[in-house]
């Protein structure tokens, strides 16, 4: 829980005293998320820690809700700072945006993921709260009742098809998702008896969290308060759209003889084994298992042989998925590799 700790409270901290002092602790702040972890990943290439998966965390719940606790007060900094009432320069506003946002969809973004997935009604809360601040609340619902069951299908938004860019993938996958997960909620409830009101549907928290937070926002820092949320938000959710794409990019499940997709297997989703990547992350780029073992706490995530493995770490694929080409250079050639044996078994997908 060490490497966890320190990859995950580092930035965080960096940030904090960014916002307040400026100069030098930004650029380290930002230096940090970018090119100390890419360093990290490369002196460690090979060390891939495996846990026992029968092994219970207490300790891992202990620093998730940590992150989740410190999310609106970093949230109220990055507000404070970029909207100008910090003083600070406009080189030094531009920086933190650029830190908070790669922050709030790479540590606190996972973070919320891993939330959302427990038992506890109080930390599935703790996670919504921080997906609804960063106005995109539909999540909580579109990713366990959507992407969970859909993955790997086209019936998922979240699951990008191959030869498809991630431009036109984010487009698509927003506004499917949000539509997606308001439908599952919605049937969800249609089932109950006496229906529930309308007032309780969880959309009407989504987005009155959403408006709540826009109108805290102004209340701190006017107008340039309210720019500075979207600004993050636009940020943070764009990083959490790459890794979407890049973790699911052209693979799919292949249709059984009753016309439904074989179960979620390793080879249905992407992975990474860098080490110091993935303890900023928390595990979420050992993908497969995650998705095979869902309720999984992140500390006991495997990898194995048979789950496909990316080029790169996943904050370098990221940045590889922004440039269409490259992107399909390099991934096209490796995705037809991994869907041909499942092709030759099945009736495609």
Partial sequence: MLLFSLATLTPALLLALGSVWGGIWIGL??????????????????????????????SGDGLSVMLGLLHLPLLGLAVWSLSGASALSAWERIGL???????????????????IHRSNRWLRGLG???????????????????????????????????????????????????????????????????????????????????????????????????????AVATYAQLQMLLSDYVQHYGLRRPLREDGRPEPVGP???????????????????????????????????????????LPHSLPVMAVIALWPGLWRRLMDPRTVAVMAPAAGGGKGG
């Fill in 29 to 58: 702040a930002v230096l940090f998320i970018t090119v100390f972890v890419f360093a990290m990943d490369r002196l460690g290439e090979k060390v891939v820690a495996q846990t026992a998966s029968r092994a219970e965390f207490p």
């Fill in 97 to 115: 945006w650029v830190g908070y946002g790669l922050f709030f969809g790479q540590v606190a973004h996972p973070n919320a993921h891993e939330l």
């Fill in 128 to 230: 919504k709260m921080v997906y609804i601040t960063l106005l995109i609340g539909h999540h909580a619902s579109a990713h366990p009742k959507v992407h969970h069951i859909h993955v790997a299908t086209d019936q998922d938004p979240s699951s990008a098809r191959l030869g498809e860019g991630f431009w036109r993938f984010a487009r698509r996958s927003w506004i499917g998702a949000f539509r997606a997960g308001w439908q599952a909620e919605t049937r969800m409830r249609g089932r109950l008896s006496p229906p529930p009101p309308a007032w309780s549907h969880p959309y009407a928290g989504y987005i009155g969290g959403a408006v709540a937070t826009l109108a805290a926002a102004f209340v701190l820092a006017r107008a340039p308060g309210v720019i500075a949320v979207l």
């Fill in 267 to 309: 080879q249905h989703s992407w992975n990474t084994p860098h080490w110091f990547s993935s303890a900023m992350m928390l595990n979420a780029p050992r993908h497969s298992d995650h998705h095979m073992h869902p309720t999984r706490p992140y500390p006991a995530l495997q990898l194995e042989a048979t789950m496909p493995i």
